[in-house]
């Protein structure tokens, strides 16, 4: 089993419609969640981090974690095409906390 | 503004000739990474120093070096080059260990 699994994608949605990506760990110690936004070509940008259950919002992004089912996600609300991109969940290994583990991404496809 | 900021974004060198790649920060962090990242895989991360302590991963190859001589600066020295190293370095920073981490833009590197 992988630290952080990610499916792969392409997730494609239409413009205008809310996109859902999921991750799941495996480390029940994990204490710091993330989620980057990686262009093709370019380095990964942060856009939200999460540390305690329940739901976190920033702007159109939603970032919701369950440590009981050791379950991430990130909803983008109003998906425009801009927002398409990889998004890569990242998880802070509870024993090396330096460490941050990351999934393979799931690639996002916004449709005009 | 507060940042990120490595040189080259695009290095050319020859199979086994030595390279160096800079990773500067005005964040004023306590902790600077080196990943590497090859096409459509998770950053894999290759060291990192908390303050001067340094941190190697232990499926870094030797061939991998690092130094950082201050709290702004930190260097990639990748010894002799295989063509299996060409790959976009990313350098991150974060203030404390478990923290978010921010990357600079990378640097692409190629090996003829």
């Known amino acids: 089993q992988k630290e952080v699994e990610q499916n792969s994608g392409p997730l494609s949605v239409p413009e205008g419609a809310i996109a859902s990506l999921n991750c799941t760990y495996s480390?029940?110690?994990?204490?710091?969640f993330f989620w980057y936004r990686q262009y093709s070509g370019k380095s990964p940008e942060l856009i939200m981090s999460i540390y305690s259950n329940g739901d976190k919002e920033d702007g159109r992004f939603t970032a919701q974690l369950n440590k009981a089912s050791q379950y991430v996600s990130l909803l983008i609300r109003d998906s425009q095409p801009s927002d398409s991109a990889t998004y890569l969940c990242a998880v802070n290994r509870g024993d090396s906390s330096y460490k941050l583990i990351f999934g393979s991404g799931t690639r996002l496809l916004v449709r005009p | 503004d507060a940042m990120v900021i490595q040189n080259p974004r695009y290095q050319v060198t020859q199979f086994g000739k030595p390279v160096t790649l800079s990773c500067s920060q005005t964040l004023n962090h306590n902790v600077m990474y080196w990943y590497q990242q090859k096409s459509s895989q998770a950053p894999k991360l290759l060291f990192h120093y908390y303050d001067k302590d340094f941190n190697n991963e232990a499926d870094t190859p030797d061939n991998f070096q690092s130094r950082r001589p201050n709290t702004s600066f930190c260097f990639l020295d990748i010894r002799s080059p295989g063509l299996g190293d060409a790959a976009m370095y990313l350098c991150?920073?974060?203030?404390?260990?478990?923290?978010?981490?921010?990357f600079g833009p990378g640097t692409r590197l190629t090996v003829t």
């Open positions: 480390d029940r110690g994990s204490q710091s």
């Open positions: 991150a920073t974060s203030r404390e260990s478990g923290y978010e981490q921010y």
